[in-house]
Nanobody, 127 residues
Framework: QVQMVESGGGLVQAGRSLTLSCTTSGLPFVNYAMTWFRQAPGKEREGVSCIHRSGARTNYADSVKGRFFISRDNAKNTLYLQIDSLKPEDTAMYYC????????????????????WGQGTQVTVSS
């Protein structure tokens, strides 16, 4: 049984940093590129970042480049997302997801090719 559990969200002040975690079990974590998505109320889901199965290559949405940093620990089957200089517009539910490939496809941010989703962790940024 696949389990993907996000944690680390909460209410934070603008300008602060936060690190989200996604702990997985029941799947060959090391085989898959992993992604983070977010969805704010009333908005479409947005692909935030993707990381190659090895961790050697990463991709980011233009809206978060320079502030979001994705990483993974294959020994712990865990995915991370560090968010620096938080802004109120970062307020959203953040989800981790596995892809069906070992690398990030060109369409990674569209949400296609996702094998499993986590349940999400809420990040709320106050101004």
């Amino acid at each position: 049984q696949v389990q993907m559990v996000e944690s680390g969200g909460g209410l934070v002040q603008a300008g602060r940093s936060l690190t989200l975690s996604c702990t997985t079990s029941g799947l060959p974590f090391v085989n898959y590129a992993m992604t983070w998505f977010r969805q704010a109320p009333g908005k479409e889901r947005e692909g935030v970042s993707c990381i190659h199965r090895s961790g050697a290559r990463t991709n980011y949405a233009d809206s978060v480049k320079g502030r979001f940093f994705i990483s993974r620990d294959n020994a712990k089957n865990t995915l991370y997302l560090q968010i620096d200089s938080l802004k109120p517009e970062d307020t959203a539910m953040y989800y981790c997801a596995t892809t069906t490939l070992g690398s990030c496809a060109g369409s990674w941010s569209s949400g296609t090719g996702i094998r499993h989703w986590g349940q999400g962790t809420q990040v709320t940024v106050s101004s």
